[in-house]
């Protein structure tokens, strides 16, 4: 690539390196006190993106094969590549934080990487050989991608929020299907062998009786757990609002509380599996009643909770009681 193309390249790419950074380091000024609408944010930011998507497409097909483009050509295609991504950022930037924050890191995730997809794309322009043009085209496919999951963006924080409880719900319900997975080939094979066999199989690869009774109120809290997840999905659906900072600022709270759940999940039951650590299920075990019970202490408080969904709000928590009392005497039992 001549020297002169070549400077207009790297001018052009340390822009988009500065703007990525700027974009990692923060989410620009909150604009919450001015007039926003946020329909018109999302337009605006889908006719940016494709804008960004047909100007990088104009630029490789301009660098893929001879004659190519002189240095004015090209700093004309890369300035109005610049002014493309510029609007992108622009529009991002205008998301205030009272429409989420939830909703802000979704689509400062997507607009990450679009940001860091043009970087790669822009770059491979710049060198030559058969190989890199079939890459190229790989990475231009990559931006596209990048560019058209915008349209698939959550809209507003309730979307956003609901899938996020979705979610966590679901990783939930692996943990508990995998568990209940081998207790029952536990059982299975506890009825085959007997208890004299069993006793001289390897206990490291086997529940002992005492173990096994510590596993059905241990599954019992991750069935509350999960049982929780999925009825806050669902009268978030029915119910759920964003219509104002406070309940969106509910959303926000419900799922810095919901994410925590899984991973409580996830300790849980993996020192439930064989060998079992009794002192990691005791800890374990009040660390997700914890979260259980603060999730739903929390929930029962928020606007979207109406009088008929206390009823399920108080039976999950007596369910955590239940099933923590059932395991404490156990596991101070348990030497």
Not at 138 to 153: I, S, Y
Not at 275 to 299: C, D, G, I, Q
């Amino acid at each position: 690539m001549a020297e002169g193309v070549g400077n207009v390249f790297r001018t052009a790419i340390d822009n988009m390196k500065l703007a990525l950074q700027q974009l990692e380091d923060g989410e620009g000024l909150d604009k919450s006190k001015l007039e926003f609408n946020l329909e018109d944010f999302w337009l605006r930011l889908r006719v940016a993106t494709k804008c960004l998507s047909n100007e990088v497409t104009k630029l490789c097909l301009a660098f893929s094969k001879p004659p190519l483009p002189g240095v004015t050509q090209t700093d004309t295609m890369l300035r109005t590549l610049e002014t493309a991504y510029l609007e992108m950022l622009s529009a991002f930037y205008s998301l205030p934080k009272s429409c989420g924050l939830m909703l802000r890191r979704e689509v400062n995730l997507a607009v990450l990487e679009i940001m860091q997809s043009l970087i790669t794309v822009v770059t491979s322009v710049t060198e030559k050989g058969d190989k890199v043009q079939k890459e190229r085209l790989v990475l231009t496919g990559c931006l596209w991608n990048a560019c058209e999951a915008v349209e698939r963006l959550p809209q507003n924080n309730l979307q956003v929020t609901c899938n996020i409880v979705q979610r966590e719900e679901g990783l939930v319900l692996d943990a508990l299907q995998e568990i209940e997975e081998e207790v029952a080939t536990d059982q299975s094979g506890h009825r085959l062998r007997g208890e004299e066999e069993e006793a001289e199989d390897d206990n490291s690869k086997t529940w002992n009786n005492q173990d096994r009774e510590l596993l059905f109120p241990c599954m019992g809290l991750v069935k509350t757990a999960r049982s929780s997840l999925k009825r806050i999905h669902t009268t978030l659906q029915m119910n759920g609002k964003y219509e104002t900072e406070e309940q969106v600022s509910q959303l926000d709270d419900l799922v810095c509380e919901v994410k925590e759940i899984s991973p409580a999940v996830d300790d849980l039951v993996s020192c439930m599996y064989p060998p079992m650590n009794k002192n990691a299920v005791k800890s374990a075990v009040a660390v997700l009643k914890t979260r259980v019970e603060a999730l739903l202490h929390m929930v029962k408080q928020s606007h979207y909770i109406a009088e008929q969904d206390t009823g399920w709000t108080e039976f999950l928590l007596k369910a955590v009681d239940h099933n923590n009392n059932k395991l404490q005497p156990l596991l101070i039992s348990c030497k």
